[in-house]
């Protein structure tokens, strides 16, 4: 496999405005993502930026920008568009879709969420983390994935998506982190699929590529990244990432 890892980035959050260029103990975040995206080793990094000041912020810390229409309606289709930039001639055959809110992530993640391709009928890799209590269970804003791990096992099918607390009955529950790694055809074929019914319904993007027949596989980890979707985690950020 040959990654290449693209990091969509736009200004409009609605829940904290500015969110990339937010300061880290001295860094805008998306520097951080940069920084995190490097340190796994996995291949070329690259920011897709929804608007000019993220280009410059990245280009200002040697990092390589592209800038896309504002407009697009999700992360993945930046990424996309990115891509024909990036990459026209495609020898990257696999991309690393990693979210621009995340400073906290292990790199060690990103080199896992490539593993699950290497099986050839897995289409998508992506990442879990269990799920510690009833709190984060019933959390609409977690994101629930339906797999189980036989004994031993760190790679399960994905069988659904769910802001709901899934699988029902006794057993780990397992929180999926927006992070995945797809095939370029796949990405290809994805964004070119109107949303699906599902998606739309519990609004999570990864049901169109379940919904479309595509497979995707989870990749279990001890501990995850948080986003950072809200100034009370913001702080939060800044009392756990180092200094500059």
Not at 95 to 123: H, K, S, Y
Not at 216 to 227: D, K, L
């Amino acid at each position: 496999m040959n990654p290449i890892v693209v990091i969509p980035a736009r200004m409009a959050s609605t829940r904290l405005p500015g969110k990339p260029l937010a300061d880290i103990n001295g860094k805008p975040m998306i520097v951080h993502m940069l920084d995190r995206g490097r340190e796994a080793g996995i291949g070329p990094v690259a920011v897709a930026c929804g608007d000019p000041e993220i280009a410059d912020a990245v280009r200002k810390a040697g990092g390589r920008a592209v800038l896309t229409d504002p407009d697009l309606p999700s992360g993945s289709d930046r990424v996309h568009a990115a891509l024909a930039e990036l990459d026209p001639n495609r020898e990257h055959d696999v991309v690393v879709n990693l979210q621009g809110d995340f400073p906290t992530l292990d790199p060690e993640g990103l080199r896992l969420v490539v593993t699950p391709l290497a099986d050839p009928n897995i289409d998508i890799g992506t990442l879990v983390v269990p799920i510690r209590d009833e709190i984060e269970a019933t959390t609409v804003s977690f994101v629930k994935a339906a797999c189980a791990f036989e004994d031993g096992q760190t790679i399960a099918p994905a069988l659904y998506f769910s802001r709901q607390p899934i699988p029902w009955g006794l057993g780990p529950r397992w929180h999926h982190v927006g992070i995945y790694a797809y095939r370029r055809p796949v990405l290809d074929r994805y964004v070119s699929l109107p949303p699906s019914p599902l998606e739309r319904r519990e609004q999570l993007e990864q049901l169109r590529a379940l919904e479309n027949g595509m497979r995707i596989a989870c990749v279990r980890m001890e501990h995850g990244p948080f986003g950072v979707d809200t100034a009370e985690d913001l702080e939060r950020a800044r009392a756990m990432v180092p200094h500059s």
